[in-house]
Protein backbone atom coordinates (compact mmCIF):
# COMPACT_ATOMS: atom_id res chain seq x y z
CA UNK A 1 0.00 0.00 0.00
CA UNK A 2 2.72 2.30 0.52
CA UNK A 3 3.80 2.17 -3.53
CA UNK A 4 0.93 2.47 -5.69
CA UNK A 5 1.87 2.78 -8.98
CA UNK A 6 5.13 3.50 -7.82
CA UNK A 7 6.69 1.39 -10.90
CA UNK A 8 7.47 4.66 -12.54
CA UNK A 9 10.96 5.30 -11.43
CA UNK A 10 12.37 4.99 -7.96
CA UNK A 11 15.71 6.07 -7.25
CA UNK A 12 17.09 6.42 -3.82
CA UNK A 13 16.63 9.88 -3.73
CA UNK A 14 14.90 12.37 -1.37
CA UNK A 15 11.21 13.28 -2.75
CA UNK A 16 8.96 16.31 -2.04
CA UNK A 17 5.32 15.65 -1.10
CA UNK A 18 3.06 17.11 -3.69
CA UNK A 19 -0.82 17.15 -3.09
CA UNK A 20 -2.88 18.45 -6.07
CA UNK A 21 -5.73 19.50 -4.41
CA UNK A 22 -9.20 20.58 -5.68
CA UNK A 23 -9.00 23.85 -3.67
CA UNK A 24 -5.32 24.02 -2.79
CA UNK A 25 -1.83 22.79 -4.19
CA UNK A 26 0.45 21.77 -1.74
CA UNK A 27 4.10 21.13 -1.17
CA UNK A 28 6.27 19.68 1.32
CA UNK A 29 9.82 19.18 1.16
CA UNK A 30 11.18 17.13 4.67
CA UNK A 31 14.34 15.77 5.24
CA UNK A 32 16.62 13.36 6.71
CA UNK A 33 15.61 10.60 9.45
CA UNK A 34 13.84 11.44 11.74
CA UNK A 35 12.70 13.91 9.03
CA UNK A 36 12.72 17.02 9.44
CA UNK A 37 10.73 20.18 8.00
CA UNK A 38 12.82 22.49 5.08
CA UNK A 39 9.28 23.83 3.35
CA UNK A 40 6.19 24.46 2.56
CA UNK A 41 4.36 26.11 0.15
CA UNK A 42 0.12 26.08 -0.38
CA UNK A 43 -1.58 28.08 -2.66
CA UNK A 44 -5.36 27.84 -3.97
CA UNK A 45 -5.44 25.50 -7.75
CA UNK A 46 -6.77 27.49 -10.19
CA UNK A 47 -10.36 27.70 -9.93
CA UNK A 48 -11.47 25.31 -12.71
CA UNK A 49 -8.01 23.74 -13.36
CA UNK A 50 -9.71 20.10 -11.72
CA UNK A 51 -13.20 18.67 -12.14
CA UNK A 52 -14.12 15.83 -11.02
CA UNK A 53 -10.61 14.90 -10.18
CA UNK A 54 -9.47 14.85 -13.80
CA UNK A 55 -6.96 17.33 -14.84
CA UNK A 56 -8.99 20.09 -17.39
CA UNK A 57 -5.86 22.98 -17.41
CA UNK A 58 -2.50 21.52 -16.70
CA UNK A 59 -0.57 24.78 -17.97
CA UNK A 60 -2.34 26.75 -15.42
CA UNK A 61 -1.25 23.92 -12.90
CA UNK A 62 2.02 23.42 -13.91
CA UNK A 63 2.73 27.24 -14.29
CA UNK A 64 1.55 27.43 -10.25
CA UNK A 65 3.44 24.55 -9.41
CA UNK A 66 6.82 25.99 -10.71
CA UNK A 67 6.14 28.82 -8.65
CA UNK A 68 5.76 27.19 -5.39
CA UNK A 69 9.00 25.13 -6.30
CA UNK A 70 10.38 28.92 -6.70
CA UNK A 71 9.27 29.31 -3.15
CA UNK A 72 10.39 26.60 -1.76
CA UNK A 73 13.70 27.41 -3.28
CA UNK A 74 14.97 23.70 -3.08
CA UNK A 75 16.39 21.53 -5.77
CA UNK A 76 14.91 18.50 -5.14
CA UNK A 77 12.16 17.61 -8.16
CA UNK A 78 11.70 13.79 -7.85
CA UNK A 79 8.03 14.06 -6.06
CA UNK A 80 5.48 11.68 -4.29
CA UNK A 81 2.06 12.23 -5.40
CA UNK A 82 -1.14 10.99 -5.00
CA UNK A 83 -4.15 10.90 -7.82
CA UNK A 84 -7.52 12.18 -6.68
CA UNK A 85 -9.97 9.69 -5.10
CA UNK A 86 -12.36 9.81 -7.48
CA UNK A 87 -10.06 8.83 -10.01
CA UNK A 88 -8.97 6.13 -8.11
CA UNK A 89 -10.85 2.77 -7.07
CA UNK A 90 -9.23 0.85 -4.73
CA UNK A 91 -10.24 -2.69 -3.18
CA UNK A 92 -9.22 -5.85 -1.11
CA UNK A 93 -9.43 -9.16 -2.81
CA UNK A 94 -8.29 -12.45 -2.25
CA UNK A 95 -5.87 -14.86 -4.36
CA UNK A 96 -4.60 -18.34 -3.22
CA UNK A 97 -0.81 -17.95 -1.79
CA UNK A 98 1.90 -18.58 -4.67
CA UNK A 99 4.79 -16.86 -5.38
CA UNK A 100 5.53 -13.55 -5.24
CA UNK A 101 6.37 -13.43 -9.39
CA UNK A 102 3.49 -14.72 -10.11
CA UNK A 103 1.19 -12.68 -8.68
CA UNK A 104 0.92 -9.98 -11.16
CA UNK A 105 -1.19 -12.07 -13.21
CA UNK A 106 -3.20 -13.37 -10.52
CA UNK A 107 -3.94 -9.97 -9.06
CA UNK A 108 -4.78 -8.48 -12.75
CA UNK A 109 -7.28 -11.04 -13.52
CA UNK A 110 -8.68 -11.17 -10.31
CA UNK A 111 -8.98 -7.33 -10.12
CA UNK A 112 -10.62 -7.03 -13.95
CA UNK A 113 -13.93 -7.88 -12.01
CA UNK A 114 -13.99 -5.09 -9.86
CA UNK A 115 -12.57 -2.45 -11.84
CA UNK A 116 -15.43 -0.55 -14.09
CA UNK A 117 -12.94 -0.18 -17.03
CA UNK A 118 -11.18 -2.28 -19.74
CA UNK A 119 -8.59 -3.54 -17.67
CA UNK A 120 -6.22 -3.09 -20.62
CA UNK A 121 -6.29 0.93 -20.17
CA UNK A 122 -5.93 0.71 -16.46
CA UNK A 123 -2.69 1.25 -14.56
CA UNK A 124 -3.11 -0.95 -11.35
CA UNK A 125 -0.80 -1.62 -8.61
CA UNK A 126 -1.43 -3.69 -5.36
CA UNK A 127 -0.06 -4.33 -1.66
CA UNK A 128 -0.18 -7.82 0.39
CA UNK A 129 -2.22 -6.46 3.35
CA UNK A 130 0.41 -9.39 5.55
CA UNK A 131 3.79 -10.47 4.64
CA UNK A 132 4.14 -13.55 2.59
CA UNK A 133 6.12 -15.31 4.54
CA UNK A 134 3.48 -15.52 7.51
CA UNK A 135 0.80 -16.81 5.14
CA UNK A 136 0.63 -20.44 5.12
CA UNK A 137 0.64 -22.47 1.73
CA UNK A 138 -2.68 -23.18 0.59
CA UNK A 139 -4.40 -19.88 2.21
CA UNK A 140 -5.86 -17.23 0.93
CA UNK A 141 -3.41 -13.50 0.27
CA UNK A 142 -5.60 -10.67 1.00
CA UNK A 143 -4.54 -7.84 -1.40
CA UNK A 144 -5.22 -4.42 -1.31
CA UNK A 145 -5.44 -3.43 -5.28
CA UNK A 146 -5.04 0.18 -6.65
CA UNK A 147 -6.02 1.28 -9.91
CA UNK A 148 -6.09 4.56 -11.85
CA UNK A 149 -7.16 5.15 -15.94
CA UNK A 150 -3.86 5.17 -17.84
CA UNK A 151 -5.19 8.87 -19.42
CA UNK A 152 -5.51 9.71 -15.46
CA UNK A 153 -1.97 9.06 -14.44
CA UNK A 154 -0.53 10.28 -18.02
CA UNK A 155 -2.28 13.56 -17.30
CA UNK A 156 -1.04 13.79 -14.19
CA UNK A 157 2.49 12.64 -15.18
CA UNK A 158 2.80 15.30 -17.97
CA UNK A 159 1.63 18.32 -15.80
CA UNK A 160 4.28 17.64 -13.10
CA UNK A 161 6.86 16.84 -16.15
CA UNK A 162 5.70 20.09 -17.48
CA UNK A 163 6.52 21.90 -13.96
CA UNK A 164 9.84 20.59 -14.39
CA UNK A 165 9.07 17.75 -12.05
CA UNK A 166 9.96 14.15 -11.76
CA UNK A 167 7.06 11.80 -10.25
CA UNK A 168 8.58 8.65 -8.36
CA UNK A 169 5.02 7.11 -6.76
CA UNK A 170 1.99 8.60 -7.11
CA UNK A 171 -0.26 6.89 -4.03
CA UNK A 172 -3.52 7.17 -2.69
CA UNK A 173 -4.41 10.08 -0.82
CA UNK A 174 -6.01 8.47 2.33
CA UNK A 175 -3.26 5.94 2.46
CA UNK A 176 -0.91 9.22 2.62
CA UNK A 177 -2.54 10.40 5.52
CA UNK A 178 -3.23 7.56 7.52
CA UNK A 179 0.97 7.17 7.12
CA UNK A 180 0.52 10.35 9.50
CA UNK A 181 -0.41 8.54 12.56
CA UNK A 182 2.88 6.35 12.55
CA UNK A 183 2.88 5.03 16.35
CA UNK A 184 -0.88 5.71 16.69
CA UNK A 185 -1.59 2.78 14.90
CA UNK A 186 0.26 0.66 16.90
CA UNK A 187 -0.95 -0.51 20.56
CA UNK A 188 1.07 -1.78 23.72
CA UNK A 189 -1.24 -5.07 24.39
CA UNK A 190 -3.41 -5.54 21.29
CA UNK A 191 -3.67 -3.35 17.89
CA UNK A 192 -6.32 -0.59 18.29
CA UNK A 193 -9.11 -0.03 15.72
CA UNK A 194 -8.23 3.24 14.21
CA UNK A 195 -10.80 5.54 11.87
CA UNK A 196 -8.95 8.38 9.56
CA UNK A 197 -11.38 10.70 8.00
CA UNK A 198 -10.31 12.87 5.32
CA UNK A 199 -12.74 15.48 4.21
CA UNK A 200 -11.25 17.35 1.74
CA UNK A 201 -12.69 19.76 -1.00
CA UNK A 202 -13.92 17.21 -3.59
CA UNK A 203 -14.27 14.26 -1.93
CA UNK A 204 -13.88 12.72 1.85
CA UNK A 205 -12.27 9.08 2.30
CA UNK A 206 -13.15 6.98 5.61
CA UNK A 207 -10.21 4.61 6.92
CA UNK A 208 -10.82 1.71 9.08
CA UNK A 209 -7.31 0.11 10.49
CA UNK A 210 -6.83 -2.85 12.82
CA UNK A 211 -2.60 -1.75 13.67
CA UNK A 212 -1.32 -0.92 11.04
CA UNK A 213 -3.84 -3.36 8.85
CA UNK A 214 -6.43 -1.97 6.72
CA UNK A 215 -9.89 -2.83 7.60
CA UNK A 216 -11.63 -0.55 5.07
CA UNK A 217 -11.71 2.09 2.73
CA UNK A 218 -14.07 4.17 1.27
CA UNK A 219 -14.57 7.48 -0.64
CA UNK A 220 -17.42 9.63 -0.14
CA UNK A 221 -18.52 11.87 -2.66
CA UNK A 222 -19.34 14.96 0.08
CA UNK A 223 -16.79 17.19 1.31
CA UNK A 224 -16.44 20.97 1.56
CA UNK A 225 -17.80 22.09 -2.09
CA UNK A 226 -21.10 20.47 -0.40
CA UNK A 227 -21.28 23.17 2.43
CA UNK A 228 -20.63 25.79 0.15
CA UNK A 229 -22.71 24.98 -2.78
CA UNK A 230 -25.26 24.96 0.14
CA UNK A 231 -24.77 28.46 1.58
CA UNK A 232 -24.44 29.29 -1.75
CA UNK A 233 -27.74 28.39 -2.73
CA UNK A 234 -29.75 29.49 0.77
CA UNK A 235 -28.02 32.84 0.93
CA UNK A 236 -27.85 33.26 -3.16
CA UNK A 237 -24.50 34.25 -3.20
CA UNK A 238 -21.67 33.43 -5.98
CA UNK A 239 -19.09 30.87 -4.90
CA UNK A 240 -16.30 32.68 -3.95
CA UNK A 241 -18.52 34.44 -1.69
CA UNK A 242 -20.18 31.61 0.13
CA UNK A 243 -16.51 30.19 0.97
CA UNK A 244 -15.84 33.28 2.68
CA UNK A 245 -19.05 33.12 4.63
CA UNK A 246 -18.71 29.13 5.37
CA UNK A 247 -15.16 29.92 6.82
CA UNK A 248 -16.07 33.25 8.67
CA UNK A 249 -19.54 31.70 9.80
CA UNK A 250 -19.80 28.67 8.88
CA UNK A 251 -21.49 25.98 12.05
CA UNK A 252 -22.42 22.41 12.37
CA UNK A 253 -24.37 22.43 15.34
CA UNK A 254 -27.18 24.21 16.42
CA UNK A 255 -26.44 27.45 17.59
CA UNK A 256 -26.70 27.58 21.82
CA UNK A 257 -27.81 31.38 22.94
CA UNK A 258 -24.46 31.79 23.96
CA UNK A 259 -23.49 31.99 20.14
CA UNK A 260 -26.27 33.77 19.69
CA UNK A 261 -25.37 36.65 22.77
CA UNK A 262 -22.21 36.60 21.31
CA UNK A 263 -23.19 38.36 17.70
CA UNK A 264 -22.52 41.95 17.57
CA UNK A 265 -25.32 43.33 15.51
CA UNK A 266 -24.00 44.44 12.62
CA UNK A 267 -25.67 43.57 9.27
CA UNK A 268 -23.52 41.12 7.90
CA UNK A 269 -23.41 39.09 11.31
CA UNK A 270 -27.23 39.37 10.97
CA UNK A 271 -27.37 38.08 8.08
CA UNK A 272 -25.14 34.93 8.50
CA UNK A 273 -27.06 34.33 12.33
CA UNK A 274 -26.10 31.32 13.41
CA UNK A 275 -29.72 29.88 12.84
CA UNK A 276 -30.19 30.58 9.69
CA UNK A 277 -26.53 29.24 8.71
CA UNK A 278 -26.69 26.10 10.52
CA UNK A 279 -30.30 25.43 8.48
CA UNK A 280 -28.71 25.84 5.42
CA UNK A 281 -26.10 23.20 6.29
CA UNK A 282 -28.18 20.91 8.04
CA UNK A 283 -29.28 18.92 4.67
CA UNK A 284 -25.32 18.69 3.64
CA UNK A 285 -24.60 17.12 7.47
CA UNK A 286 -27.49 14.70 7.59
CA UNK A 287 -26.27 12.92 4.28
CA UNK A 288 -22.51 13.21 5.17
CA UNK A 289 -23.65 11.54 8.77
CA UNK A 290 -25.76 9.34 7.23
CA UNK A 291 -22.86 7.97 4.75
CA UNK A 292 -20.24 7.68 7.63
CA UNK A 293 -22.62 5.35 9.89
CA UNK A 294 -23.62 3.15 6.65
CA UNK A 295 -20.07 2.82 6.24
CA UNK A 296 -19.10 1.78 9.79
CA UNK A 297 -22.17 -0.32 9.67
CA UNK A 298 -20.95 -2.21 6.69
CA UNK A 299 -17.63 -2.58 8.16
CA UNK A 300 -19.50 -3.62 11.73
CA UNK A 301 -21.31 -6.36 9.24
CA UNK A 302 -18.35 -7.58 7.41
CA UNK A 303 -15.26 -7.76 10.80
CA UNK A 304 -17.97 -8.20 13.59
CA UNK A 305 -19.22 -5.58 15.58
CA UNK A 306 -15.90 -4.49 17.20
CA UNK A 307 -15.66 -0.57 19.15
CA UNK A 308 -13.32 2.08 16.90
CA UNK A 309 -10.89 2.58 19.59
CA UNK A 310 -9.73 6.18 18.08
CA UNK A 311 -10.24 8.96 15.19
CA UNK A 312 -8.25 11.29 13.52
CA UNK A 313 -10.17 13.44 11.48
CA UNK A 314 -8.06 15.51 8.71
CA UNK A 315 -8.74 17.51 5.41
CA UNK A 316 -9.84 21.42 5.09
CA UNK A 317 -13.07 20.28 5.15
CA UNK A 318 -13.15 18.98 8.64
CA UNK A 319 -12.21 22.95 9.79
CA UNK A 320 -16.17 23.45 9.65
CA UNK A 321 -16.64 24.92 13.09
CA UNK A 322 -18.47 22.15 15.71
CA UNK A 323 -17.92 19.70 12.88
CA UNK A 324 -15.62 17.29 14.09
CA UNK A 325 -17.34 17.47 17.89
CA UNK A 326 -20.74 16.53 16.23
CA UNK A 327 -19.00 13.70 14.03
CA UNK A 328 -17.59 12.50 17.20
CA UNK A 329 -21.29 12.62 19.04
CA UNK A 330 -23.31 11.17 16.06
CA UNK A 331 -20.60 8.26 15.33
CA UNK A 332 -20.16 7.51 18.76
CA UNK A 333 -15.85 7.84 18.16
CA UNK A 334 -13.32 10.06 20.10
CA UNK A 335 -12.26 11.95 17.29
CA UNK A 336 -9.51 14.62 17.19
CA UNK A 337 -7.86 16.58 14.13
CA UNK A 338 -4.84 14.56 13.09
CA UNK A 339 -1.63 16.47 13.84
CA UNK A 340 0.26 15.30 11.32
CA UNK A 341 3.79 17.79 12.12
CA UNK A 342 4.21 15.36 15.38
CA UNK A 343 7.42 13.04 14.61
CA UNK A 344 8.92 15.78 12.20
CA UNK A 345 11.36 18.26 13.60
CA UNK A 346 10.77 21.95 13.51
CA UNK A 347 13.20 24.88 13.55
CA UNK A 348 11.16 27.02 15.79
CA UNK A 349 13.63 29.96 14.05
CA UNK A 350 12.35 29.44 11.08
CA UNK A 351 8.88 28.52 11.17
CA UNK A 352 5.88 29.75 12.48
CA UNK A 353 4.56 26.52 14.88
CA UNK A 354 0.85 28.43 15.12
CA UNK A 355 1.06 28.93 11.37
CA UNK A 356 1.76 25.23 11.01
CA UNK A 357 -1.37 24.29 13.31
CA UNK A 358 -3.46 26.08 11.60
CA UNK A 359 -2.53 23.91 8.60
CA UNK A 360 -2.62 20.31 10.36
CA UNK A 361 -5.92 19.62 8.60
CA UNK A 362 -4.50 20.67 4.92
CA UNK A 363 -1.39 18.89 5.62
CA UNK A 364 -2.16 15.81 6.98
CA UNK A 365 -2.03 14.00 2.77
CA UNK A 366 0.96 16.28 1.41
CA UNK A 367 3.19 15.13 4.85
CA UNK A 368 2.38 11.33 4.23
CA UNK A 369 3.44 12.09 1.07
CA UNK A 370 6.67 13.89 1.57
CA UNK A 371 7.06 10.76 4.46
CA UNK A 372 7.10 8.65 1.66
CA UNK A 373 9.64 10.45 -0.49
CA UNK A 374 12.29 10.39 2.80
CA UNK A 375 12.15 6.74 3.52
CA UNK A 376 13.94 4.23 1.40
CA UNK A 377 12.45 4.20 -1.94
CA UNK A 378 12.20 0.68 -2.65
P1 LIG B 1 -9.44 17.45 -2.51
O1 LIG B 1 -8.34 16.65 -1.88
O2 LIG B 1 -10.80 16.95 -2.15
O3 LIG B 1 -9.28 17.62 -3.98
P2 LIG B 1 -8.18 19.79 -1.30
O4 LIG B 1 -7.03 18.94 -0.92
O5 LIG B 1 -7.89 20.92 -2.21
O6 LIG B 1 -9.39 18.94 -1.89
P3 LIG B 1 -8.12 20.90 1.37
O7 LIG B 1 -6.98 21.78 0.98
O8 LIG B 1 -7.81 19.79 2.32
O9 LIG B 1 -8.84 20.36 0.05
O10 LIG B 1 -9.27 21.75 2.03
C1 LIG B 1 -10.00 22.72 1.30
C2 LIG B 1 -11.43 22.64 1.75
O11 LIG B 1 -11.49 23.00 3.14
C3 LIG B 1 -12.32 23.64 1.02
O12 LIG B 1 -13.56 23.02 0.70
C4 LIG B 1 -12.51 24.73 2.06
O13 LIG B 1 -13.76 25.38 1.90
C5 LIG B 1 -12.50 23.95 3.34
N1 LIG B 1 -12.16 24.79 4.51
C6 LIG B 1 -10.98 25.35 4.81
N2 LIG B 1 -11.05 26.08 5.94
C7 LIG B 1 -12.34 25.97 6.38
C8 LIG B 1 -13.06 26.50 7.49
N3 LIG B 1 -12.48 27.28 8.39
N4 LIG B 1 -14.36 26.15 7.63
C9 LIG B 1 -14.96 25.37 6.73
N5 LIG B 1 -14.35 24.85 5.65
C10 LIG B 1 -13.05 25.14 5.47
MG1 LIG C 1 -7.04 16.92 -0.43
Known amino acids: MRDFFGGLLR ?97 RWEAERYIPFPIDEVVLDYSLLDSHETIPDGEQMDVVVGAA ?95 DAKKNYGLATIPT ?24 IRPVLVELTTELRRSLEFFRVQVGDLGVDQGFVAGGGSKLRSLVPLLADTLGIPLEIADPWQGIQVDKSKFDLDYLRGLSAEFAVPIGLALRGVSPLD
Open 257 to 280: EDEDLLLDFDAERERFNPARMYDA
Open 149 to 243: RQETVASLVETLKAAGLEPVVIDVKPFAGLRTLGGRLKGTDREPITLFLEIGAESSALVLTRGERLLLNRIINLSGKDFTAAISKAFNLDPVAAE
Open 11 to 107: PRVEALGLEIGTSNLKLVELSGNPPSLRGLAIRPTPPGAIQEGSIVEPGALANELREMLGELRTRKRYVVTAASNLSVITRTLQVPKMPLKQMDEAV
